[in-house]
C-alpha cells in the first residue's frame, strides 16, 4: 500500500536550525513535494526531489534518498514566521500520478 | 499574476442541502486539481482535471459529489444532500500539467449544521 510518515509536531528555537524527516512506501514512486501551510491559509511549495541528493534553495533544502524512502526539509535561520505545518507529499505512478499527502508536521518556533 | 482564488470563502449550511464551491485557476493551467482538507490531516484526494475531462475522479468519497470544469477554466465542486461528516476545508490547485507543482488556492470552508 501507500503509507507517509512525519512526526506530528516539532519545537525549535529562532536563529537555529531544524530537520523535518518524512518516510514514505510507494510501489511507482514519481518525485516529492514538500509544502508550507500556515494555521488556516493554503499550502504553498516549497521544493521538489526526483533525484537522489539535495536541493537547496536560500534558507530551506530538501534531501531524498529513494533508496531508503525517506526524505527531509532542512531550515535554517529560523525566524517566527517559519511556525507553520510543513507537508510531505509523493507523487505515484500507481495513482495516476496523484499526490500522497502525509498528515504534516506541526513547526513551532520560540524565540 | 493572479492565483488561484475559491469563491465562497466560508458556507455554512443546513445538512441535506445542495452546495456549489468555485474556483477559478491560474490563466493557463491545464491541470485542476480538489481536495478536502480536516484538522491536522494533509489533503485528500477528490478530483483531477486535465483541460475540461476529469481524468481521474477515484477520489470523489461518494456519488453525491460532482464537479465540472466546462470550458476548461473555471471548475465547480457540487455536493448534493450534504451530511456532517463532509464539514471541512475545500481546497483547489492548479498547474501547468499532470505532475508538476501545484499552486492551491485560499479554500473554502464549509460546515454543515
Known amino acids: 500500500g501507500q503509507n507517509i510518515d512525519q512526526p506530528t509536531e516539532m519545537t525549535a528555537t529562532e536563529g537555529a536550525i531544524v530537520q523535518i524527516n518524512c518516510t514514505y512506501q510507494?510501489?511507482?514512486?514519481?518525485?516529492l513535494f514538500w509544502y508550507q501551510q500556515h494555521a488556516g491559509e493554503a499550502p504553498t511549495f516549497l521544493s521538489y526531489?526526483?533525484l537522489d541528493g539535495l536541493e537547496e534553495k536560500g534558507r530551506f533544502s530538501s534531501f531524498l534518498s529513494r533508496s531508503k524512502g525517506y526524505s527531509y526539509l532542512l531550515l535554517k535561520e529560523l525566524q517566527m514566521k517559519d511556525s507553520a505545518s510543513y507537508l510531505c507529499a509523493v507523487r505515484d505512478r500507481k495513482s495516476n500520478y496523484q499526490l500522497i499527502w502525509g498528515a504534516g508536521t506541526k513547526l513551532i518556533i520560540k524565540p | 499574476g493572479a492565483g488561484v482564488s475559491q469563491t465562497p470563502s466560508n458556507k455554512v449550511t443546513e445538512k441535506g442541502k445542495y452546495v456549489e464551491l468555485r474556483c477559478d485557476p491560474i490563466?493557463?493551467?491545464?491541470?485542476l486539481y480538489w481536495y478536502r482538507q480536516s484538522l491536522g490531516q494533509g489533503p485528500e484526494f477528490l478530483i483531477y482535471?486535465?483541460?475540461?475531462?476529469?481524468?481521474?475522479d477515484s477520489g470523489l468519497p461518494n456519488d453525491r459529489f460532482f464537479a465540472v470544469r466546462p470550458e476548461g477554466s473555471v471548475s465547480t465542486l457540487k455536493i448534493q444532500r450534504t451530511e456532517r461528516g463532509d464539514s471541512a476545508m475545500y481546497l483547489c490547485?492548479?498547474?501547468?500539467?499532470?505532475?508538476?507543482?501545484?499552486?492551491f488556492g485560499p479554500g473554502t470552508r464549509l460546515t454543515v449544521t
Open positions: 490563466s493557463g493551467h491545464t491541470a
Open positions: 510507494t510501489s511507482g514512486f514519481n518525485g
Open positions: 526531489n526526483v
Open positions: 482535471f486535465q483541460g475540461t475531462g476529469a481524468a481521474d
Open positions: 490547485a492548479s498547474g501547468p500539467g499532470q505532475g508538476n507543482e501545484q499552486y
